[in-house]
């Protein structure tokens, strides 16, 4: 018990002379402040300032991004919902409500070899030239969908589906 007592004396002791320094510190002018909270270190022989960091020398920017942009249609009009893909790039995307997609590619890429799907067509291979007008990618060809082509379908779709989604989660 005493030994507690005689540590709590000291800490308070300590904590008492320390204040006593602090109190005399707030009391000299802010230039005095400074002086005190500097270290004591042998002078220089000349005063040091801090030079500026050489500057790096530019890196050459990045190219930015090109944009392939197009529209699929039929002979009825444009397409909602047709699959275009870039296979050498592995992208796709789906055409929205006027049929128009659009991709980001690397800068200087040549032109893209694009395939277009859409259930109850035959798929369609275009190029795609960046900084082109918009490509128009036309579905001429009905295919007739039999009971095999008709679980193409539903994998189809499904795969659209999760298309839009992942679509929609980088939007976010």
Known sequence: MKR???SCLFLLGALAAGSGSAQAQARQP?????????SHAAPAAFPVAAAPAPAAPAAPA?????????????????????????????????TDAQGNFSFTVPAGTGPEAAVASYAGFADVAAALQPGATLAVVQLLTPVNI???????????????????????????
Do not use: F, W
Not at 65 to 94: F, H, I, K
Not at 152 to 170: C, F, M, W
């Open 62 to 94: 990045a190219p930015a991004p090109v944009m392939l942009a197009g529209r699929v249609e039929t002979l009825a009009g444009a397409l909602a919902g047709a699959v275009v893909r870039l296979p050498r790039l592995d992208q796709s995307c789906v």
């Open 30 to 38: 802010r230039t005095k402040l400074l002086a005190a909270n500097v």
């Open 4 to 6: 507690y007592y005689y």
């Open 146 to 172: 039999s009971l095999t082509k008709q679980q193409q379908l539903k994998a189809y779709l499904k795969t659209a589906r999760h298309e839009v989604r992942h679509d929609l989660r980088q939007i976010k």
